[in-house]
T-cell receptor, first 110, second 115 residues
Framework: GEDVEQSLFLSVREGDSSVINCTYT??????LYWYKQEPGAGLQLLTY?????DMKQDQRLTVLLNKKDKHLSLRIADTQTGDSAIYFC??????????FGKGTTLSVSS | DAMVIQNPRYQVTQFGKPVTLSCSQT?????MYWYQQKSSQAPKLLFH???????NEADTPDNFQSRRPNTSFCFLDIRSPGLGDAAMYLC??????????????FGPGTRLTVL
């Protein structure tokens, strides 16, 4: 099967930038997604990128995609304590199923 | 607001006692999914309905079944819950299309405890 890999933890200070990295294995994925999960809650879609794009920016969020290396990153500028959560990278296969990474726990200290 | 609703948010059942989890949506999406998420793990797809067509993942245990009586509702039935079935169960919906990102919208989840 295909695996989506993420580092498990990231700790930053409030106001710094956070960069969460992800590698995926299916080069045929059409879309790649970043979801946020707060404690005890469901998954909230933060942003996604189409596979023919290199970068997408949405307010404090910047997604970079390197198709050659199958590497995806999410940069959060000016990280706030409210950004503390688990961030999941996911890829779209066969038009319906999402394959998720195990999630990166972002801890923001003030 | 259009949304995905899951009931109950917390469910406690006894070992072997059947339990049903409920999901409803007001998005009018044609695809509905059930994921299982164990502690510190990625959500794992159990099955999904594409309209009325049921699609089971190959490694989903027979203990897990699903029903979709209409577009808005989908149920997850666990026939004989074991201790290993304790998890968060997430329902999601989407409306795939050629010009769609196939974005999936998730409900808040039901946390299942098996005693």
């Amino acid at each position: 099967g295909e695996d989506v890999e993420q580092s498990l933890f990231l700790s930053v200070r409030e106001g710094d930038s956070s960069v969460i990295n992800c590698t995926y294995t299916d080069s045929s994925s059409t879309y790649l997604y970043w979801y946020k999960q707060e404690p005890g809650a469901g998954l909230q879609l933060l942003t996604y990128i189409f596979s023919n794009m290199d970068m997408k920016q949405d307010q404090r969020l910047t997604v970079l995609l390197n198709k050659k290396d199958k590497h995806l990153s999410l940069r959060i500028a000016d990280t706030q304590t409210g950004d503390s959560a688990i961030y999941f990278c996911a890829e779209n296969q066969a038009g319906t199923a999402l394959i998720f990474g195990k999630g990166t726990t972002l801890s923001v200290s003030s | 607001d259009a949304m995905v609703i899951q009931n109950p948010r917390y469910q406690v059942t006894q070992f072997g006692k059947p339990v049903t989890l409920s999901c409803s949506q007001t998005l009018n999406h044609n695809v509905m999914y059930w994921y299982q998420q164990k502690s510190s793990q990625a959500p794992k797809l159990l099955f999904h309905y594409y309209d009325k067509d049921f699609n089971n993942e190959a490694d989903t245990p027979d203990n897990f079944q699903s029903r979709r009586p209409n577009t808005s509702f989908c149920f997850l039935d666990i026939r004989s819950p074991g201790l290993g079935d304790a998890a968060m169960y997430l329902c999601a919906t989407s409306r795939p299309g050629t010009r769609s990102s196939n974005e999936q919208f998730f409900g808040p989840g039901t946390r299942l405890t098996v005693l």
